[in-house]
């Protein structure tokens, strides 16, 4: 028997298990980037327009560390620069989660163990998560590269072939990882340091010069994607450095496959104290979830930071726009451009954080799905009691890393603390919401739970991409942030706040009431 017997089976119920994961993240990253060309073209219409745009980024730094360089003042190198970076990181976010989903995780649940006892090759498992994950990126790449062929046939190839490297190079280095640690949650954690690490590389790079040259720039697969310079003169020769890499990663995960047996690593965890020390369920929640907090809670606050420090900037920029001032203006109220960008971006943090309370409340489906929720509830531990704990880190958990980051914007904008926070916290109902319904979801029907995956990507891709696009107002307010107040610069308006909250502690409850009664996952 080789060791890849088995590939196809075990590569067709990956495919099968992320036939919602998959879909949803590269649809959101497909749309965010095939938007964008409509949009840029009603922000800078002209060529005077566009080539002003040019010399404005030669000289702002700031926003330079925070999209990259612009090579081309056409409308496809400008779609390249607007969310190269952003599209690339989605892609690359997508490949780790799917590569240590059916690794790392297979293993820590017992599953992998089940499969390895049948006619399964020994890499098969990690071949097929890594095909799993290409074949995400190269439906990403033909939807990117077929969508903006109107702007240069050579161009769209080059880009998307950029994004589905950025994803190979980041699923290879997750597999890796997956070998080295005991624990899916420290793979997925490393690897998503990885990335932080080659953005802000690429960030000091891009900063200290403006024609991406910088050797910090090339440090960072996230920087060769922008000096790949689809659009503007494509340097074909830069696709080889993701090829090189994703290569000789994938050579180290299977040379380390080989070497390890089934649930183990090469850095094991630590052994725990002889006497435990973990006397409740929530004590148990907060170790199990504690690296998550932390992580976005750091991520939160050097965002607010960074977005805080680039405001003026942002302003001078938009300033003599009209059509940017009216984006701005929808996303964050009609107030002077510095708070409607204030509170657009703050709007965004809140998108991204109802991702964490996600995620945070899917760990109680994780729990169940494993089996290791069965012994603990075993003890004198109630079903309430249990979920609770997982519960208070999710909605407490979203409150903190809201709250660091409206100190990291009052940081980084050097302005009063209070009407910052105030403009943070205002999202929090919206994010509950969002949160009430997985657990809804999770409560009732356990099968389907992940599903708010995609229910939090719908309103990210609202929230996102539908005032570029000029989307009816009906559409915006399938959002439950289309209702929250613009806040700072706006009026408060309590009514919209008071009912997103109810209505979460609504759909918090029924699921709770659902959980109690239904049967646990064995």
């Known amino acids: 028997m080789t060791t890849l017997a088995g590939t196809g089976p075990l590569l067709r119920f990956a495919l099968r298990r992320d036939r919602v994961l998959i879909p949803v993240w590269v649809a959101v990253n497909t749309l965010m980037v095939l938007s964008m060309p409509n949009t840029l073209e009603s922000l800078y219409g002209t060529p005077a327009d566009r080539a002003g745009l040019l010399r404005q980024m030669e000289t702002n730094a700031s926003l330079r560390a925070l999209i990259g360089p612009v090579f081309d003042d056409s409308l496809g190198a400008l779609t390249a620069w607007r969310v190269g970076v952003f599209a690339a990181a989605l892609a690359a976010v997508t490949s780790l989660l799917v590569v240590v989903r059916h690794t790392r995780d297979e293993e820590e649940s017992g599953r992998q163990e089940l499969i390895a006892s049948g006619m399964v090759g020994r890499r098969a498992s990690l071949t097929a998560a890594l095909l799993a994950a290409a074949v995400a990126d190269a439906v990403l790449a033909l939807l990117v590269a077929a969508g903006l062929a109107g702007h240069g046939a050579a161009g769209a190839v080059a880009f998307g072939l950029g994004l589905a490297g950025v994803g190979m190079v980041f699923a290879t280095a997750a597999a890796v990882l997956a070998q080295l640690t005991e624990s899916a949650r420290l793979a997925r954690g490393l690897t998503a340091a990885v990335l932080g690490v080659a953005f802000v590389l690429r960030a000091a790079g891009d900063a200290s010069a403006d024609d991406g040259s910088a050797w910090l720039t090339w440090l960072s697969p996230l920087g060769w994607l922008e000096n790949l310079r689809a659009f503007a003169g494509e340097r074909w020769w830069v696709l080889a450095l993701f090829a090189a890499v994703a290569g000789a990663q994938g050579a180290l995960a299977y040379g380390l496959a080989g070497r390890r047996d089934v649930g183990m690593s090469f850095l094991p965890t630590r052994p725990g104290p002889a006497t435990g020390r973990l006397r409740t369920a929530a004590a148990l929640a907060w170790r199990l979830q504690r690296g ?8 939160f606050f050097l965002t607010g930071v960074v977005y805080g420090s680039l405001t003026e900037g942002v ?38 954080a109802a991702l964490y309370v996600v995620s945070s409340v899917l760990r109680l489906h994780g729990e169940e799905t494993s089996g290791r929720a069965e012994p603990v509830l075993a003890n004198a531990v109630g079903r309430l009691r249990w979920a609770a704990g997982h519960l208070t880190i999710a909605f407490g958990g979203a409150t903190l890393i809201m709250l660091l980051a409206g100190l990291g914007f009052a940081a980084g904008h050097r302005r009063d603390v209070l009407p910052i926070l105030g403009a943070c916290l205002v999202q929090l109902p919206a994010i509950w919401l969002v949160g009430g319904l997985a657990v809804l979801l999770y409560g009732t029907a356990p099968r389907i739970a992940p599903a708010a995956w995609g229910v939090a990507g719908a309103i990210l891709l609202i929230g996102w991409i539908g005032p570029a696009l000029d989307a009816p107002q009906a559409v915006l307010d399938l959002s439950p942030f289309g209702h929250l107040p613009k806040l700072p610069g706006g009026a408060m308006e309590w009514t919209p706040v008071l009912v997103l909250s109810a209505a979460a502690a609504t759909l918090v409850t029924a699921g709770l009431a659902a959980l109690r009664r239904r049967d646990m996952t064995t």
């Open 292 to 299: 998550g907090v932390l992580g976005w809670s750091v991520g």
């Open 315 to 352: 302003a001078d920029l938009v300033a003599d726009n009209a059509k940017a001032r009216e984006i701005f203006e929808r996303m964050g109220g009609r107030s002077d451009l510095t708070d409607a960008f204030l509170a657009s971006m703050i709007g965004m943090l809140g998108l991204i």
